[in-house]
């Protein structure tokens, strides 16, 4: 049987501590890299306002590892949870609670519930050193991000959505896209060009981020059609 692992810390920030909630949800394609994660890319989708899905493809040796999680925030606690949906820490869950210190500094508590399916059965010892390990890795990676956040919300660096947006923009086309999905859906799209979005099968909304409104095997399918569409315009 997996065992539990858990582990906690607090990082600061030198941010009001809505300002820093707000930095800490900004979900774009360029999060891996703003950790360190050169070899890795993430996938963001929006299922509401206040859920995404996160999918990280990690490039190694062998074959890419593929981690799928389930972001809900919760704005009015400055609060959001990570769970592990798909990959080797599947069904682990973490939790973020930013808490004001002053008006212009925060904390941020990290607590960790990590589901290890490489130890079976009960090794305290394995697992207390696994929880420590554990435990820098995560507050390492927080305190390079503090920095980062410092950076950014600094009035000579732009804010992170916007430089993601200016870049999806530079390489999204509505149209092309919209003919790409009436082959795979035949008399099913509808262009909205005044909204900047698309329509297929009058239930599954797709704007220059993904799939914003449906779900379903229809809506899986719409996903990887802008996928592989925004593959070959970058590339391209």
């Known amino acids: 049987m997996p065992q539990p692992v858990r582990c906690q810390f607090t990082q600061r920030f030198n941010q009001p501590a809505r300002k820093a909630y707000e930095w800490c949800t900004d979900f774009t394609p360029e999060d891996q890299v703003l950790m360190g994660n050169e070899n890795a890319t993430r996938e963001v989708r929006k299922i509401t306002e206040n859920i995404f ?65 490489d130890i079976k059965g009960v090794d305290e010892t394995l697992t207390k050193r696994l929880a420590e390990e554990l435990r820098k890795q995560d507050s390492d990676m927080w305190m390079d991000l503090a920095k980062e956040m410092e950076k950014e919300l600094s009035k000579t660096h732009p804010p992170r959505s916007a430089a993601a947006s200016k870049s999806t923009k530079e ?17 099913k799209v509808k262009l909205n060009e005044d909204e900047g979005c698309i329509w297929v099968m009058d239930k599954v909304k797709l704007t220059e981020r993904g799939v914003v409104e449906g779900s379903g095997p229809a809506a899986e399918r719409v996903q990887r059609v802008y996928e592989q569409f925004m593959s070959e315009a970058k590339s391209a």
């Not at 990570?82 to 990290?110: D, M, V, W």
């Not at 390489?171 to 008399?187: G, S």
């Open 53 to 117: 899905i996160l999918t990280d493809t990690y490039q190694g040796e062998g074959e890419p590892t593929v981690k799928q999680k389930l972001v809900c925030l919760y704005p009015d606690r400055l609060m959001w949870t990570n769970t592990h949906l798909k990959g080797p820490t599947r069904h682990s869950q973490f939790i973020y609670e930013i808490t004001e210190e002053t008006q212009t500094a925060s904390s941020l508590r990290f607590t960790a519930l990590h589901i290890a399916h």
């Open 171 to 187: 390489t999204f086309d509505l149209k092309a896209l919209a003919c790409r999905l009436e082959k795979v859906f035949p008399n």
